[in-house]
């Protein structure tokens, strides 16, 4: 009788134990859930809301289901939109070529000497300790007319005489190229850092020269971080509008999307074009990082 009593009490218990533990979870997931909802869905259930609305009077808007305001943003914010976009790959490009030396030689060349190593990647990660606003409008003041930057270049013959480097797709790529940088070089450090050298030995002693065993073994072993940094930098580059503002390194022709969000936004309070243009900017960035990480093979990353 003892042992029958046994025998049909333990499946009860093992059947409790998982619904128990399935609670406690759902409990310790509730405050992340939650945050996720309130501060994620609702603000993007309103934004997608806000973007069909429809004039009603001055700076009063009602919902209309108006598809009209996409057709119309993109007709005209088109050219804001494709430069945005050819900013933000061109500046990832700047970026992957700078990083990458720097975190092959903070996370391989440097790897024996930790102390060294902590040092370069505090150097890395030192301009987050100063605002935004502030590097960018240093770079202001340093490629300003007068600055000793331009004076040198016009001097050199590099510049012509009435030259402008601020205000100039230059001056915007730089900057976003710039701010951007540790968003790039972090990611390709943390996974250069942990390469084993001993794949690269192998390959000397294959007989590979070292460019052979950078394209063949370095590159294919990094790719990770070579994706997790370009999507970190394409990302916010694409949405960016203080580099291209006319107050910092932008002019009247170099605007880009998020220039257009926000003077629809606060200025013109238009809420549905620069909704519409938020919607559409988003949906373009989610293709685009799908079909780059899809072609890269690290779908897992998403």
Known sequence: MAFAAFSTATPTQQEVAPKRKSVIALVLLLPGIL????????????LVITSFETQVD?????????????????????????????YAIIATVCALLISYPLAYFIGVKVRRWPLLQNLMVTLVIAPFFISFLLRTLAWK?????????????????????DAHLTGTAFSVVFGLTY????????????????????????????????????????????????????LLTFIPA???YINASQDFLGGADTSMIGNVIESNFLVLQNYPTAAAMSIVLMVVILGLVGFYVKRSGTEDLL
């Open 141 to 161: 003041q340093m490629l300003s007319d007068d600055s000793f930057i331009t004076s040198s270049l016009k001097a050199l013959s590099i510049l012509p005489p």
């Open 238 to 240: 694409a949405g960016d």
């Open 58 to 86: 001055v700076g009063i808007y009602a919902y209309a289901f108006n598809w009209q305001n996409y057709v119309d943003s993109i007709a005209e914010y088109w050219p804001q939109i494709i430069r945005s976009f050819v």
């Open 35 to 46: 945050y996720l909802v309130l501060f994620f869905l609702v603000p993007l259930v309103s």
């Open 179 to 230: 701010n951007f940088i540790p968003f790039m070089t972090l990611p390709l450090y943390t996974t250069l850092e942990r390469l084993d050298t001993r794949y690269l030995e192998a390959g000397s002693d294959l007989y590979a020269n070292a460019w052979t065993t950078f394209r063949k073994v370095t590159i294919p072993l990094s790719m990770p971080g070579i994706v997790s940094g370009t």
